[in-house]
């Protein structure tokens, strides 16, 4: 269901698609898992709002599950090619390969709503698992490379070493948001005034 809102326009009054509004206000949202469809739109649309102002903030409010961590890349590949500040917030959850694009905001801009949830671990690829044995060693070795590269950029935006980060994650990790935000995750839990 597509909620529709009324934009007051110099030509009138015009019906829009609540996202298409929230986006040109410079809020993007992602809330599902991250497919080819969704991450190409995220980095096409942070390269947009970059270049119709590259000083303002745009903000990246995410609940997913994750995604194929290639998409991922792409998504923070886009947020550090940018100029444009972006806070991220999750809001729900950030599950996996998601957290990534949470830690990867603009350091002081990444945060979380008191009741959200963040998950990190190592990679998985069910790729090995659907391939026969040469290409199997070849999936583990792109997953292997994989995992070392996200393991790079939660230390990177943490503040840890690789090792450290490596021995952290090694299982399945949930926090909330005071903890991501004592272990360096995101920066600070937003609070409310209600």
Known sequence: MNTIVIESTEHGDMPMDVYQKLSNDRILFIANVISDNVATDIAATLLLKDSEDSEKKITLFINSPGGDIRNIFMICDMMNMIEAPIETVCIGAAMDEAAL??????????????????????????????????????????????????MEIFAKTTGKSVKQVSEDLNRRVFMTANQAAKYGLIDKVVSFSK
């Open 101 to 150: 694009i949470l830690a990867s905001g603009t350091p002081g801009m990444r945060l979380a709503t008191r009741n959200s949830i963040i998950a990190v671990n190592q990679l998985s690829h069910d790729w090995v698992t659907h391939s026969d044995l040469t290409d199997a060693k070849k999936y583990l070795d792109l997953a292997v490379m994989d995992n070392k590269r996200m």
